[in-house]
T-cell receptor, first 116, second 113 residues
Framework: GAVVSQHPSWVICKSGTSVKIECRSL??????MFWYRQFPKQSLMLMAT?????????EQGVEKDKFLINHASLTLSTLTVTSAHPEDSSFYIC????????????FGSGTQLSVL | RKEVEQDPGPFNVPEGATVAFNCTYS??????FFWYRQDCRKEPKLLMS???SGNEDGRFTAQLNRASQYISLLIRDSKLSDSATYLC??????????????FGQGTILTVHP
């Protein structure tokens, strides 16, 4: 079946550094990918919709200059957390859409970011 | 009001028990409905889609009531491996962005011997 690879799984970094997270669709082309964030004991919250070849669409309250999204190819989207701070510590997870049905949505395995 | 609301639980049940989870959603124009399962610090995994006619997959039965904007999940004969967080998920974009999902906060289930 389809696989979405997300890398890295864990990141520990110092405050002020930038962290890049990659999301790859391994055996299908994904024109649209989604980035979610999940704080402990809370639901996944959509951060942004990443569209290949165009600017990402950010959800209300998500700073686009803080969370840079690049979807340069049909199989790769990246999320860069710029100047990370402890409050950015969270579980970040991507998903890739194949086709036009919600069932054809595949999630990456997530990235646990810890900012010291 | 949250877009998707679930009872967070936790539900602690013995093996073999039947347990039911409820969920309500606020957007009457919501298009698609799902139950996902999420284990700790893992990605959510699709358990089943939910249809108005109701659908069953083995020990799992899902129901949708559009008039009441209510979704349910019934698990029969609970197994230890059913322990997880169950997420009620709604898709509000009936256009091309079927992947734009709204998640409930999840209901924690623990099945004990």
């Amino acid at each position: 079946g389809a696989v979405v690879s997300q890398h890295p799984s864990w990141v520990i970094c110092k405050s002020g550094t930038s962290v890049k997270i990659e999301c790859r669709s391994l055996d299908f082309q994904a024109t649209t990918m989604f980035w979610y964030r999940q704080f402990p004991k809370q639901s996944l919250m959509l951060m942004a919709t990443s569209n290949e070849g165009s600017k990402a669409t950010y959800e209300q309250g998500v700073e686009k200059d803080k969370f840079l999204i690049n979807h340069a190819s049909l199989t790769l989207s990246t999320l860069t957390v710029t100047s990370a701070h402890p409050e950015d510590s969270s579980f970040y997870i991507c998903s890739a859409q194949r086709g036009n049905r919600g069932e054809k949505l595949f999630f990456g395995s997530g990235t646990q970011l810890s900012v010291l | 009001r949250k877009e998707v609301e679930q009872d967070p639980g936790p539900f602690n049940v013995p093996e073999g028990a039947t347990v039911a989870f409820n969920c309500t959603y606020s957007n009457s124009a919501s298009q698609s409905f799902f139950w996902y399962r999420q284990d700790c610090r893992k990605e959510p995994k699709l358990l089943m889609s939910v249809y108005s006619s109701g659908n069953e997959d083995g020990r799992f039965t899902a129901q949708l009531n559009r008039a009441s904007q209510y979704i349910s999940l019934l698990i029969r004969d609970s197994k230890l491996s059913d322990s997880a967080t169950y997420l009620c998920v709604v898709n509000n974009d009936g256009g091309t962005s079927y992947g734009k999902l709204t998640f409930g906060q999840g209901t924690i289930l623990t099945v004990h011997p």
